[in-house]
């Protein structure tokens, strides 16, 4: 005999598994501390290299100006722009990944509890019916 309410959530849990399961599953195997730390961590370097990349290409395109006019800037103050800018691209890139990985933990754990409380009432249905399918 077929039990409508046990197909209905098991049906649910298969939409979960194909649309978010590959998502959601790697994070919370993760504190959300570690899981934010993770992110932060990767996200330093991405935004270090992303930076020397822009800072390449900026050099590239204006060497003609660089080049005439090296001997008589500043360059102390020169370089510490460069930092400053270097420091506060970095910073608000963490801030922007901080937010994402906070809310994608949230995410990832209330959809998480809406899956198991599906898992649980399907389990429970087939303790109820003696494991009868």
């Not at 204006?62 to 008589?72: G, R, V």
């Not at 510490?80 to 890139?93: A, E, P, Q, S």
């Not at 995410?107 to 009432?121: G, V």
């Not at 303790?127 to 009868?132: A, I, P, S, T």
Request: net charge positive; charged share 20%.
């Amino acid at each position: 005999m077929i039990h409508n309410e046990r197909v209905r959530h098991m049906v649910q849990l298969q939409a979960f598994n194909d649309r978010k399961g590959s998502e959601y599953f790697p994070v919370v195997k993760y504190f959300r501390g570690d899981f934010v730390g993770l992110h932060m961590l990767s996200a330093f370097a991405s935004g270090t290299v992303c930076y020397g990349i822009g800072l390449l290409m900026w050099g590239i395109c204006n060497m003609e100006m660089l080049m005439t006019s090296i001997h008589t800037m500043d360059l102390k103050q020169f370089a510490t722009k460069i930092v400053l800018r270097y420091v506060v691209f970095v910073v608000l890139y963490l801030i922007a990944v901080y937010i994402y990985a906070q809310i994608k933990y949230t995410r990832a754990r209330k959809e998480i509890k809406s899956y198991s409380r599906h898992l649980k009432r399907v389990i429970a249905s087939f303790e109820r019916d003696g494991g009868e399918s």
